[in-house]
């Protein structure tokens, strides 16, 4: 895990902004980190990168302490923040050379080490340009490229996909695709699941600075699905009729204890099958099989797939935030 926290606690005064977060990030994750405003991601991204003491509790950054091994975590560590400074008078390759120089980058090597972040970035037309013209979405691949200057493993970046457009956000996509194939681990927060759906391969839901729910996006799917269901096509043996063909493949169905119901499938026409399924991927293998080893034609056999949005509506369920949308 490169990061882990234990009990993390951080209160301001008497509000209670984390509580009690036990969080855990493998290497090389794309870790979406989702949750209204005020729900503590800020406050826990300044944590990770020790720009903030919490409360109470722990936290590693690949091992080492936020609190006790701060430089460590530092040169693991790259923040890009949530709002972009006022750089004025600064051009983007100056803008770079200003923060090489602020973690001790050699001078001799910051020309090559700029040029390769701006391409990376895809901003080398940019150079020469003034920081402050640039638009959001160029600033935002600027921030970036900065906080990739020491070449940290791990990113953490506070809600980069906000008040961008959706061009923007699609070139921010392609370049974290392209971080991860670098071999980055990349945590990201975003106070909207959709921004975040499609290019994460773990999530965390974050409310009211508690954790309610975090793991890869299979396992967070699979435990608040507790049976899921299956479409099956059968073709009917030579000379036998569909309708008995499906009574047969159902019956076969049902002699496996995971499968908890089997029904006809809502407006198929021809009719076909549907089954409530409490096994995991091995266990419908193995019920494929035993259909076909019992003579059934399976011409299609497929679980319904539930999607992330589908996911964070149940697990923010009664809570406040699931309710305003
Ligand atoms: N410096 C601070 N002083 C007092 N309260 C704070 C401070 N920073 C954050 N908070 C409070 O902590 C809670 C979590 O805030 P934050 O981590 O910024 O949430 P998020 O980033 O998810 O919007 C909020 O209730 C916020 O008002
Ligand atoms: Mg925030």
Same mark, same amino acid.
């Given at each position: 895990m490169i990061v882990e926290t234990k009990g993390l606690t951080q209160r301001y005064g008497g509000t209670v902004a984390l509580n009690q977060?036990?969080?855990?990030?493998?290497?090389?994750?794309?870790?979406?980190?989702?949750?209204?405003?005020?729900?503590?991601?800020?406050? %826990?991204?300044?944590?990770? %990168?020790?720009?903030?003491?919490p409360s109470d509790g722990e936290a590693y950054v690949a091992g080492h302490s936020v609190a006790r091994e701060r430089a460590a975590v530092r040169r693991q560590v790259g923040f890009m923040p949530d709002f972009f400074g006022v750089y004025d008078n600064m051009k983007s390759a100056e803008y770079l050379d200003f923060f090489a120089a602020s973690y001790a980058i050699a001078p001799a090597k910051r020309p090559k080490l700029?040029?390769?972040?701006?391409?990376?970035?895809?901003?080398?037309?940019k150079k020469e340009a003034e920081v402050m013209g640039l638009s959001r979405g160029m600033k935002?691949?600027?921030?970036?490229?900065? %906080?990739?200057?020491?070449?940290?493993?791990?990113?953490?970046?506070?809600?980069?996909?906000?008040?961008?457009?959706?061009r923007a956000r699609v070139e921010l996509r392609e370049l974290l695709k392209e971080l991860r194939s670098l071999g980055k681990t990349i945590m990201i927060s975003s106070h909207i699941l959709t921004e975040l759906?499609?290019?994460?391969?773990?999530?965390?839901?974050?409310?009211?600075?508690?954790?309610?729910?975090?793991?890869?996006?299979?396992t967070i799917m699979h435990s608040l699905q507790p049976h899921r269901i299956f479409e099956v096509h059968v073709l009917p043996a030579e000379g036998e009729e569909l309708a008995a063909a499906l009574v047969r493949a159902a019956a076969l169905a049902k002699t496996q204890p995971q499968v908890l119901a089997t029904r006809p499938l809502p407006d198929a026409n021809p009719p076909q099958l549907q089954l409530d399924f409490g096994g995991d991927d091995r266990a419908a293998g193995a019920l494929l099989a035993q259909l076909i080893a019992g003579g059934v034609?399976? %011409?299609?056999?497929?679980?319904?797939?539930?999607?992330?949005?589908?996911?964070?509506?149940?697990?923010?369920?009664?809570?406040?935030?699931?309710?305003?949308?």
């Open positions: 977060l036990n969080l855990s990030i493998p290497q090389g994750a794309v870790y979406g980190f989702i949750g209204p405003n005020g729900a503590g991601k800020t406050t %826990t991204m300044r944590i990770l %990168t020790t720009l903030l003491l700029i040029d390769d972040l701006l391409a990376l970035v895809d901003l080398s037309h935002q691949r600027l921030s970036l490229a900065r %906080t990739m200057l020491h070449d940290p493993a791990l990113l953490i970046l506070d809600e980069p996909a906000s008040g961008l457009d959706p759906a499609e290019m994460c391969t773990h999530i965390g839901i974050i409310e009211r600075g508690n954790l309610l729910a975090s793991g890869d996006v299979a034609g399976v %011409t299609h056999f497929a679980g319904q797939v539930s999607d992330l949005e589908e996911i964070f509506m149940r697990v923010t369920a009664g809570s406040a935030y699931g309710g305003t949308s």
